[in-house]
């Protein structure tokens, strides 16, 4: 059984592909095969990034993903209005994100691994990964996060349907986040797939969340197929259970590590923070990036020399709104 570990990437998140990849290898605990997903076809720097690697390799199928695009395509179709809002909102896509769900692609017999972790590229790895595969011993998905108090962000929460679809103790316990998650190669097969496209055209789409659609599709996924799921926030002891968003302002530094009232982070997610703030910082400017001394560490881990020199004070990443832009927000002229 092949174990690994999957992200997804191009050039626009070089910077912080660079700084994953490197804190897995630091700190995953061992050393798992990496498999860099495309998202498009934007890749001339993760090319060269990838082939100074010897373990990592990177997939751009375009095959694969064209599976897993009509199957996300199909999906959407069975929502009462997800297209026709997206083409109103200028995207000219066949659905919003296209890119997002060569992340299935993880799931497909063609794929490498048997068991794997998927790790958005706005990540850090702070710790061994080996409690994450544990749980996929005895579980089909395994998940650490508090996504589960935010549902408003996986499902369309005013919908009825919902509760009756989902348990209680699914919907309190075991809705996750799309940035890292563990599962099995083979639990979503094409008869099943093709099962839930049935479902949701029954009225089940309607319970999708559209601003965040690759997330909720792979929840319901997940969900409908009623997949054992393990959220390590439950399984560990309460003293090694920890957060993990960027969002959190307590976290501890300690040997380019983070920690949690004493408990180490497994993994830090930049979740929220525009890949551009990455781009410009590592670019020389001065801002003012929340774990900005974590994330350089890990992205000039290997080149050092190259890792820029600021002085002064960090500028904020946005810039607050002048007197002049509050009052035309005010008076409805912007």
Same mark, same amino acid.
């Given at each position: 059984?092949?174990?690994?570990?999957?992200?997804?990437?191009?050039?626009?998140?070089?910077?912080?592909?660079?700084?994953?990849?490197?804190?897995?290898?630091?700190?995953?605990?061992?050393?798992?095969?990496?498999?860099?997903?495309?998202?498009?076809?934007?890749?001339?720097?993760?090319?060269?990034?990838?082939?100074?690697?010897?373990?990592?390799?990177?997939?751009?199928?375009?095959?694969?993903?064209?599976?897993?695009?009509?199957?996300?395509?199909?999906?959407?179709?069975?929502?009462?209005?997800?297209?026709?809002?997206?083409?109103?909102?200028?995207?000219?896509?066949?659905?919003?994100?296209?890119?997002?769900?060569?992340?299935?692609?993880?799931?497909?017999?063609?794929?490498?691994?048997?068991?794997?972790?998927? #790790?958005?590229?706005?990540?850090?790895?702070?710790?061994?990964?080996?409690?994450?595969?544990?749980?996929?011993?005895?579980?089909?998905?395994? #998940?650490?996060?508090?996504?589960?108090?935010?549902?408003?962000? #996986?499902?369309?929460?005013?919908?009825?349907?919902?509760?009756?679809?989902?348990?209680?103790?699914?919907?309190?316990?075991?809705?996750?986040?799309?940035? *890292?998650?563990?599962?099995?190669?083979?639990?979503?097969?094409?008869?099943?797939?093709?099962?839930?496209?049935?479902?949701?055209?029954?009225?089940?789409?309607?319970?999708?969340?559209?601003?965040?659609?690759?997330?909720?599709?792979?929840?319901?996924?997940?969900?409908?197929?009623?997949?054992?799921?393990?959220?390590?926030?439950?399984?560990?002891?309460?003293?090694?259970?920890?957060?993990?968003?960027?969002?959190?302002?307590?976290?501890?530094?300690?040997?380019?590590?983070?920690?949690?009232?004493?408990?180490?982070?497994? *993994?830090?997610? *930049?979740?929220?923070?525009?890949?551009?703030? *990455?781009?410009?910082?590592?670019?020389?400017?001065?801002?003012?990036?929340?774990?900005?001394?974590?994330?350089?560490?890990?992205?000039?881990?290997?080149?050092?020399?190259?890792?820029?020199?600021?002085?002064?004070?960090?500028?904020?990443?946005?810039?607050?709104?002048?007197?002049?832009?509050?009052?035309?927000?005010?008076?409805?002229?912007?």
């Amino acid at each position: 059984m092949v174990d690994g570990i999957y992200t997804l990437a191009n050039d626009v998140v070089y910077d912080q592909l660079v700084a994953l990849l490197n804190s897995i290898e630091a700190n995953a605990g061992q050393a798992y095969p990496v498999c860099v997903v495309a998202y498009n076809q934007q890749l001339d720097r993760v090319r060269a990034e990838v082939d100074r690697r010897p373990n990592v390799t990177l997939l751009e199928d375009a095959d694969l993903f064209q599976t897993w695009e009509d199957f996300s395509y199909e999906v959407w179709k069975t929502h009462p209005t997800a297209l026709d809002t997206w083409k109103a909102q200028g995207v000219t896509t066949r659905f919003y994100r296209v890119g997002e769900n060569h992340r299935y692609v993880a799931f497909d017999q063609a794929a490498p691994f048997d068991r794997f972790i998927y #790790i958005d590229a706005d990540a850090l790895v702070m710790g061994p990964l080996q409690p994450v595969f544990e749980a996929l011993d005895d579980h089909d998905v395994a #998940i650490y996060d508090f996504q589960f108090k935010d549902i408003d962000h #996986i499902f369309n929460a005013q919908s009825p349907r919902l509760t009756q679809l989902f348990s209680k103790e699914r919907l309190g316990r075991h809705i996750f986040c799309s940035g *890292f998650f563990g599962a099995r190669r083979d639990v979503l097969p094409p008869e099943r797939r093709q099962w839930l496209l049935q479902e949701l055209a029954k009225g089940d789409a309607e319970v999708l969340y559209l601003g965040a659609p690759n997330q909720s599709v792979l929840n319901y996924m997940v969900h409908k197929s009623q997949l054992r799921v393990e959220n390590l926030v439950h399984r560990l002891p309460p003293d090694r259970v920890t957060g993990n968003s960027v969002t959190s302002k307590h976290f501890q530094a300690k040997d380019h590590l983070l920690y949690d009232k004493g408990a180490q982070l497994t *993994f830090l997610h *930049f979740i929220g923070v525009s890949s551009r703030f *990455f781009r410009r910082l590592c670019a020389g400017e001065n801002l003012d990036l929340p774990y900005r001394d974590i994330f350089l560490h890990y992205r000039y881990l290997h080149e050092p020399a190259a890792r820029p020199v600021y002085r002064g004070k960090p500028e904020p990443c946005e810039r607050p709104p002048s007197p002049w832009q509050r009052l035309r927000k005010k008076v409805g002229l912007t």
